[in-house]
């Protein structure tokens, strides 16, 4: 990467976060000549496709930037927005640099829409990754992995490098500096958000959606050393707030600096969560795509697509709030979105068990007016350090 100034650092950033034309990736298929497949929110095996020479490619929507014409006629007007800007993009040529599309199980309407791509895109690679709910490795482990092994010899027959050990290894490597990367910048902004304010940290992560992950290394690691080295970052009056429900249909930047602006520091979030799917470290010694496959089961972030057996709905949100000293939680989903908003009821309940404070608020991602989420915003950030005051 050659910018290293944070401003330009940063609007790069941006760039790539508006790319929604995929012109990075364009650049790069022309620079390799390999395969880029793209993937919906939440989850995709990057570290299968990386090691396997393929670009991945996340995709989550056009935010504010495109308007839906085409898309629109492919959904009813009762489910999410993510589906229709995904379409639109797809039938103006924008996804056309892609060799392939995975869809995650996420909901009903992504599977639906991996169902319409079939049609659309034959002779492409269109798989729907039916992951595993049973955790025992005999069962679901052995599933994933057959699934993981499926998609190898797809991408094989369409022009991919066979999936070799070593080959996954250095990719898992890769992946576990990254992951540590993008954790220790939540980790930052947990201490100090001053220094890694979210309309920042959002579009950076949003980057690496759509460049080599190598690349997207250096950003964070150009990213982090210019915030710790900015004096003038300092410290506001502002309350700490967690934000839940953003995990599939991200939203806009603009609603983003609109809680920021109305007084609140945003210390964790659901935004991005391919970044921080798998908590920790992959190992590299062993099989290694075992390793992956273990590390899908047993140490996965708990989440809305995945069933929780060990303990109640909500009680991981709880403690993601303790541990980021945050005043209260903010329920933050697109509307219409099944998981999160099935999951809030449970969740609200375990909030409210704890005595933590929360409001809640709907969005799509082409929001364009955001007064109201401000003021709304505002008023909770107000009664939060009124509360911790007088507490």
């Known amino acids: 990467m050659t910018t290293t100034a944070p401003e330009g650092l940063l609007e790069r950033a941006e760039?790539?976060?508006?790319?929604?034309?995929?012109?990075?990736?364009?650049?790069?298929?022309?620079?390799?000549?390999?395969?880029?497949?793209?993937?919906m929110p939440v989850y995709a095996p990057r570290e299968v496709l990386h090691a396997m020479g393929v670009l991945p490619v996340g995709l989550m929507g056009a935010g504010d930037d495109l308007?839906?014409?085409?898309?629109?006629?492919?959904?009813?007007?009762?489910?999410?927005?993510?589906?229709?800007?995904?379409?639109?993009?797809?039938l103006n040529g924008s996804f056309d640099c892609l060799?392939?599309?995975?869809?995650?199980?996420?909901?009903?309407?992504?599977?639906?829409?991996?169902?319409?791509?079939?049609?659309?895109?034959?002779?492409?690679?269109?798989?729907?990754?039916?992951?595993?709910?049973?955790?025992?490795?005999?069962?679901?482990?052995?599933?994933?992995?057959?699934?993981?092994?499926?998609?190898?010899?797809?991408?094989?027959?369409?022009g991919a490098k066979p999936l070799e050990p070593e080959a996954l290894r250095r990719s898992l490597g890769v992946y576990n500096t990254h992951r540590r990367l993008v954790q220790g910048l939540y980790d930052l902004r947990r201490e100090q958000p001053w220094k890694v304010p979210t309309h920042e940290l959002y579009p950076v992560l949003r980057a690496g959606l759509v460049i080599p992950v190598e690349e997207h290394v250096e950003?964070?690691?150009?990213?982090?050393?210019?915030?710790?080295?900015?004096?003038?970052?300092?410290?506001?009056?502002?309350?700490?707030?967690?934000?839940?429900?953003?995990?599939?249909?991200?939203?806009?930047?603009?609603?983003i600096k609109s809680l920021e602006?109305?007084?609140?520091?945003?210390?964790?979030?659901?935004?991005?969560?391919?970044?921080?799917?798998?908590?920790?470290?992959?190992?590299?010694?062993?099989?290694?795509?075992?390793?992956?496959?273990?590390?899908?089961?047993?140490d996965s972030i708990e989440h809305p697509t995945r069933w929780v057996?060990?303990?109640?709905?909500?009680?991981?949100?709880?403690?993601?709030?303790?541990?980021?000293?945050?005043?209260?939680?903010?329920?933050?989903?697109p509307s219409f979105c099944d998981p999160a908003l099935l999951d809030q009821p449970m969740a609200v309940a375990a909030v409210e068990a704890a005595g933590i404070p929360w409001t809640a608020f709907k969005y799509a991602e082409n929001t364009g007016q955001f007064q109201v989420i401000r003021e709304q915003a505002g008023t909770f950030a107000d009664s939060i350090q009124l509360w911790s005051a007088v507490s």
């Open 15 to 39: 760039r790539l976060y508006r790319d929604w034309r995929l012109g990075a990736v364009h650049e790069w298929k022309a620079r390799t000549g390999g395969l880029a497949v793209g993937f």
């Open 67 to 90: 308007e839906i014409i085409r898309g629109d006629a492919y959904y009813q007007s009762y489910i999410c927005h993510i589906p229709r800007s995904t379409m639109e993009m797809a």
């Open 99 to 158: 060799d392939g599309m995975l869809f995650p199980a996420i909901c009903d309407v992504i599977r639906n829409l991996s169902g319409i791509w079939k049609m659309m895109f034959a002779g492409k690679v269109v798989r729907y990754l039916d992951v595993p709910q049973d955790f025992d490795p005999a069962m679901g482990g052995r599933f994933w992995r057959k699934e993981l092994e499926g998609l190898c010899d797809e991408l094989v027959a369409h």
């Open 219 to 255: 950003m964070l690691r150009a990213y982090r050393a210019a915030v710790e080295a900015d004096a003038s970052r300092r410290p506001m009056d502002l309350a700490r707030v967690v934000l839940t429900g953003s995990f599939c249909e991200q939203p806009p930047l603009g609603l």
């Open 261 to 298: 602006r109305a007084g609140c520091y945003v210390v964790d979030d659901d935004f991005v969560q391919v970044h921080r799917w798998i908590r920790h470290d992959v190992p590299t010694t062993g099989d290694p795509l075992d390793a992956l496959v273990n590390a899908f089961l047993h």
């Open 309 to 333: 057996e060990k303990e109640p709905k909500g009680a991981d949100l709880v403690e993601r709030v303790k541990r980021s000293g945050a005043g209260g939680v903010v329920f933050c989903a």
